[in-house]
């Protein structure tokens, strides 16, 4: 079972990873702003998610964690 | 015993380099200075040291900025047109506070000039030579001993006060021949714990940057870097009186012209005028003081150089203009013949008495 | 187990990068190979003018800033210096293939045992978006308003291809930074640029395309979709030149 923690604060919201993962089950949710003023990344079903880490692969601000 | 022996006055800095421990070279060649690279060439590889020739006068101070970041005693040489293209270097060594010794056998310009002797980048290295508020100790040998011995002395004043020293030496100085006595020094070693060594686990990362964003950090960087340059005009000027004591005309001279100066000093002194001699060893620090005092006795100022002026107008800054500076130049390459002065001083003289 | 995470070697310091620029993933490649290799306690960066200039902020490295282009020769001092410790630049187009291209072709000419990240997204992102080198032929940039122009401008430096003609360079690649199969062939590449310098086999460039969707005009997305269709035609990906990888019997 993989978690995956999306450090939301530090996230830029460009959503590089939403078209990485192969489930789609990233998304861009523009009514969340964090203190940067973005709309970061969110998890919509983690059920679903088999851990590919391309996400985290394609984050480039280091705000994906996997664990697995 | 250091033996005495004959050398040319570029080989006589290079050597001296080596005993004061720099093992480290980055310089490109060029007229009137290329000995200095051709021997170290030789020379490192059996010390254990790095000569390398650079693409280009901007690479070699580059590298030089390299060296020194890593902590080491580095060196590069270059004249005139070379130095400009350094001065981007040069700037940012001050930026960083890093140690090195620049050489700059000056030859005559502006452009490419000529490749005979010249004082004409006075300015350029006394007030630091690249953008920006900075300084560089600038060291003025008149003999090939000097060469040597103002070349140790510039790497210890380089890593004690974490600034650029430069030799600023002429065509004659570089190439004439004398004896000169090499005694091995004692290096002032100076802790390098800003050095990027890597950090080995086992301290805080070491950060080297001329990069300040924030102005007011930036002009705290500054201030303090003024404060050291104080410390250095306080502490490091050096000069040479000669027949001082009662002389009513000074004239004011450095490496090259300093000895025709004192020629025809002695010349004037023999025909019953009191001339004397100021002779600059550190240009910066200028012997401001030193001037400052003489002008409460001499009534006549002798600018001798081979450049349009440029170091009159830092005699007439020490004086503060109390009395008359005369221009004594020749430039182009010409080296001033002693009686060319000595008519001059003899010129001066009339003056005061009519 | 944590199998994706930010690297050691780096800080936690937040980017100052753009949403969606690329510089980041490089960043963090760069981090992974010096984790990978365990060399973080004796590898020293330097970075470059231009958007990386703040690189040292996000390594836990010793390092250094270069003057514009100069990075190369900084290298060679700080490695002719110190050969145990590794060396590294980290440079944009602008800073290596214009106003540094003499320092970047000797060092390579000289095959210093040093290794250079090349980030090239063919524009100047820091100053606001100016022409590069490397701009593409008809890119609209803020001093090429109407389309870089051949016959103005001329064309493209291709710096792998430009490189790669020199006998004394180790290694020289060109990977990009725009889809996961990419980025996981850039983390190869880097990884490799940085082990050849441990194991004293000479210089190695990795020349790694990237985005920058704002002084592109694009959104992340498209710039992704740009690089792959305009940019990664006009600069192939792949080895250039790789040394060890020769076959060196040639009777």
Redesign the interface.
């Known amino acids: 079972m993989a978690k995956l923690t999306i450090q939301a604060e530090?996230c830029?919201?460009?959503?590089?990873c939403v078209?990485?993962c192969p489930k789609k089950i990233l998304r861009i949710d523009a009514d969340v702003i964090n203190h940067k003023g973005?709309a970061p990344a969110q998890m919509t079903d983690e059920s679903r998610c088999t851990?590919c880490?391309?996400c985290?692969?394609?984050?480039?601000?280091?705000v994906?964690?996997?664990?697995? | 015993m250091a033996e005495t022996v004959l050398m040319k006055g570029n080989e006589a800095l290079a050597e001296a380099a080596v005993l004061a421990g720099c093992r480290y070279y980055f310089g490109y060649p060029i007229t009137p200075q290329t000995e200095i690279g051709a021997y170290l060439a030789r020379r490192m590889p059996q010390v254990g040291g790095v000569f390398l020739q650079a693409e280009s006068e901007i690479a070699a101070i580059h590298m030089v900025y390299g060296a020194s970041a890593a902590g080491k005693r580095v060196m590069t040489s270059s004249s005139s047109p070379g130095i400009s293209l350094k001065s981007e270097g040069l700037s940012y060594l001050a930026g960083s506070d890093l140690p090195a010794l620049v050489v700059n056998v000056q030859r005559a310009g502006p452009g490419l000039g000529g490749i005979q002797p010249s004082q004409a980048d006075y300015m350029q290295a006394t007030r630091g030579g690249g953008h920006g508020d900075f300084r560089n100790i600038v060291l003025a040998p008149a003999s090939v001993q000097e060469m040597a011995s103002l070349t140790m002395r510039g790497f210890d004043l380089a890593d004690q006060y974490r600034m650029t020293a430069m030799i600023l030496a002429d065509g004659t100085i570089g190439q004439m021949m004398e004896p000169v006595t090499l005694e091995t020094p004692t290096p002032t070693l100076v802790e390098k714990p800003w050095a990027l060594t890597g950090t080995q686990g086992k301290r805080e990362k070491n950060i080297i940057t001329s990069l300040y964003l924030s102005p007011t950090e930036l002009e705290k960087k500054n201030l303090s870097r003024f404060a050291r340059y104080a410390a250095v005009q306080q502490k490091e000027t050096e000069y040479e009186a000669f027949c001082m004591d009662d002389a009513q005309i000074c004239l004011v001279a450095y490496g090259i012209t300093a000895r025709v100066s004192k020629n025809a000093v002695a010349a004037a002194r023999a025909k019953g005028i009191r001339a004397g001699l100021i002779r600059p060893i550190t240009l910066w620090p200028f012997p401001t003081e030193a001037l400052r005092q003489a002008a409460k006795t001499v009534r006549q100022f002798l600018s001798v150089e081979m450049s349009m002026g440029q170091m009159m107008t830092d005699i007439e800054l020490a004086i503060r203009c109390t009395r008359p500076v005369t221009l004594v130049s020749r430039v182009g390459g010409v080296i001033p013949a002693p009686e060319e002065v000595l008519v001059a001083i003899e010129r001066a003289a009339n003056e005061e008495a009519t | 187990?944590?199998?994706?995470?930010?690297p050691h070697a780096?800080t936690a310091a937040?980017?100052h990068?753009?949403?969606?620029?690329?510089?980041?993933?490089i960043h963090?490649l760069v981090g992974e190979a010096i984790d990978a290799l365990g060399i973080e306690g004796r590898t020293i960066g330097i970075a470059p003018v231009g958007c990386a200039v703040l690189a040292y902020n996000y390594f836990n490295l010793d390092m250094t800033v270069a003057a514009h282009g100069r990075a190369p020769a900084v290298a060679t001092g700080l490695k002719r210096a110190n050969p145990e410790t590794i060396v590294f630049t980290y440079q944009g187009d602008g800073d290596l293939a214009s106003i540094g291209m003499a320092e970047a072709v000797h060092a390579a000419a000289r095959g210093e045992n040093i290794t250079i990240i090349f980030v090239n997204n063919a524009v100047y992102g820091m100053t606001g978006g100016q022409m590069a080198p490397t701009s593409l032929p008809g890119q609209v940039t803020q001093t090429s308003p109407y389309g870089r122009n051949e016959a103005q401008c001329g064309l493209p430096v291709k710096v792998c291809e430009m490189l790669a003609q020199l006998d004394a360079p180790e290694y020289i690649a060109r990977v990009a930074a725009n889809?996961?199969k990419n980025?996981?062939a850039a983390k190869r590449a880097i990884e490799k640029a940085f082990r050849n310098q441990v194991e004293g086999r000479g210089f190695s460039l990795v020349e790694v395309l990237s985005t920058c969707?704002t002084n592109w005009g694009k959104?992340?997305?498209d710039a992704?979709k740009w690089m792959e269709s305009d940019m990664i035609p006009y600069y192939p990906l792949g080895v250039y030149k790789d040394r060890s990888a020769v076959v060196t019997d040639r009777t």
């Open positions: 530090n830029k919201g460009c959503g590089l078209d990485a973005h851990g880490g391309f985290a692969l394609m984050c480039p601000d280091c994906i964690t996997l664990e697995r | 187990m944590i199998a994706t995470n930010r780096m937040q980017t990068y753009c949403p969606g620029c690329t510089h980041g993933i963090r889809s996961v980025v996981l969707p959104t992340p997305k992704l």
